[in-house]
T-cell receptor
Framework: GENVEQHPSTLSVQEGDSAVIKCTYSDSASNYFPWYKQELGKRPQLIIDIRSNVGEKKDQRIAVTLNKTAKHFSLHITETQPEDSAVYFCAAPLPSGSARQLTFGSGTQLTVLP | DGGITQSPKYLFRKEGQNVTLSCEQNLNHDAMYWYRQDPGQGLRLIYYSQIVNDFQKGDIAEGYSVSREKKESFPLTVTSAQKNPTAFYLC???????????FGPGTRLLVL
């Protein structure tokens, strides 16, 4: 089955700096890679996703890059703000028949220091 | 994901008691999922359903049961066999044949 590793587990940055979180996956057939943001006590919110037919996708201050050869994808947040502080999860699909399961990384606690 | 609701927000379970967590969606999604999240941990899949009247066990199904009698609803029962039920339970849904999942607001289950 799919195994998704996420690093780092915690990340502190100064407000205005950039943050990068990286995930690696094991199944070369995986073709969909979402990122979720979870604030304390709240639901995970889908913030950006990428499919394997593109190498990069941007949405304002956030971007996701995908390296299929190396089997890793990364979340980039530029010009960080205190409201970016949250836990971020990556995920990759389990290609098991017609099912559409996601396997989640263990999460990264991002703290943006004012 | 505003179209996915979970109730109650908090639930207290006594020893030996079965409790049921509700999950409803009005997004016309075929697929629905239940996850468990422990403090400081990631998401672990309990059960999932791709279509009405069909569901499959996830990674940690022991001590849990589900039903899928309606497309909009996917209730989760935490049985007395689940010895460590204290956790944050998240329901998700997604379109059929797509991997995208959207989460409900969650139910926090505590044991008295």
């Amino acid at each position: 089955g799919e195994n998704v590793e996420q690093h780092p587990s915690t990340l502190s940055v100064q407000e205005g700096d950039s943050a990068v979180i990286k995930c690696t996956y094991s199944d070369s057939a995986s073709n969909y890679f979402p990122w979720y943001k979870q604030e304390l006590g709240k639901r995970p919110q889908l913030i950006i996703d990428i499919r394997s037919n593109v190498g990069e996708k941007k949405d304002q201050r956030i971007a996701v890059t995908l390296n299929k050869t190396a089997k890793h994808f990364s979340l980039h947040i530029t010009e960080t703000q205190p409201e970016d502080s949250a836990v971020y999860f990556c995920a990759a699909p389990l290609p098991s028949g017609s099912a559409r399961q996601l396997t989640f990384g263990s999460g990264t606690q991002l703290t943006v220091l004012p | 994901d505003g179209g996915i609701t979970q109730s109650p927000k908090y639930l207290f379970r006594k020893e030996g008691q079965n409790v049921t967590l509700s999950c409803e969606q009005n997004l016309n999604h075929d697929a629905m999922y239940w996850y468990r999240q422990d403090p400081g941990q990631g998401l672990r899949l309990i059960y999932y359903s791709q279509i009405v009247n069909d569901f499959q066990k996830g990674d940690i199904a022991e001590g849990y049961s589900v039903s899928r009698e309606k497309k909009e609803s996917f209730p989760l029962t935490v049985t007395s066999a689940q010895k460590n039920p204290t956790a944050f339970y998240l329901c998700a849904s997604g379109p059929r044949y797509q991997e995208t999942q959207y989460f409900g607001p969650g139910t926090r289950l505590l044991v008295l």
